[in-house]
């Protein structure tokens, strides 16, 4: 049961809905999990972060997006990139700082131009 509860990643709301029925279906055939509702299990699920995007960073006021294997990036601002995605859109990119807005204008620039891969910069503490 381990290993196909570990093969599990929540992505989106319908991996999370289909990981809650799974759960309640090995709850009903195991005795080592509870036996709850469905509602109960949704709600310990909720708890559990979704995977965040490897193509976008969030770095000071701007989200930087890279498409295309590299070969497209768009800049915006955060506040542009809300209008158009929404702001649950933000909780699925990676937040990044270099310890100053300078610093962080700067590293968007690099990835902008290709002197910088954004797997670098999530890869970075």
């Known amino acids: 049961m381990a290993a196909n509860f570990t093969r599990m990643f929540i992505k989106d709301k319908k991996t999370t809905n289909q990981m809650v029925l ?3 279906n090995e709850s009903n055939k195991n005795k080592l999990l509870p036996r ?3 509602e109960m299990w949704r709600h310990i699920l909720s708890f559990v972060t979704e995977d ?3 193509d976008a960073v969030i770095l000071g006021n701007r ?3 890279v498409s295309h294997g590299g070969g497209i990036v768009r800049i915006q601002s955060k506040k542009w990139f ?3 995605n929404g702001i649950k859109a933000l909780d699925k990119i990676h937040r990044k ?3 100053s807005k300078r610093e962080d204008e700067i590293k968007s620039l690099e990835i ?3 002197r910088l891969k954004i797997e670098t910069v ?3 503490e």
């Open 22 to 24: 799974w759960l309640s």
């Open 36 to 38: 709850m509702p469905v």
């Open 52 to 54: 965040k995007r490897k």
């Open 63 to 65: 989200v930087v997006i």
């Open 82 to 84: 809300i209008r158009e």
């Open 97 to 99: 700082t270099f310890g």
């Open 112 to 114: 902008y131009s290709g």
């Open 122 to 124: 999530l890869n970075m």
